[in-house]
């Protein structure tokens, strides 16, 4: 019994130049990012990115101060301030319930039954 002729791939022409097109592309960016023209403008972009990010952040305080809003780090001093306080509160809290003792809310009142049954 002979087994029959593999069947041809209608694939096999678009991988080939795939894997071409990638092995190009591979060459000639490595010789881009192996240039220093490449990383003196890389560092340049970035450069202007940090900038541009500076401006937007300096503008919205302003703008925001101008709103009479809290900017981020407004928020951010207060909450330090609020983790303070909540810290010392806690000590006092220590200091004023004796060890082991476990502080208890006071009983919250159950509310009034109006609803009667229904009558037979």
Do not use: C
């Amino acid at each position: 019994m002979t087994t029959p002729p593999p069947s041809p791939d209608p694939f096999g022409f678009l991988r080939d130049a795939l894997g071409q097109w990638e092995k190009l592309a591979n060459e000639y960016g490595s010789k881009i990012v192996a240039s220093p023209d490449f990383a003196r403008t890389l560092h340049k972009t970035g450069a202007v990115g940090l900038q541009a990010q500076a401006a937007s952040h300096e503008g919205m305080a302003k703008l925001l101060s101008l709103a009479n809003l809290p900017s981020r780090t407004d928020l951010e001093v207060i909450a330090e301030r609020l983790a303070a306080v909540e810290a010392s509160l806690a000590r006092i809290e220590a200091a004023i319930v004796p060890p082991g003792a476990a502080p208890t809310a006071p009983a919250r009142p159950k509310p009034a039954r109006t609803r009667r049954p229904p009558s037979p």
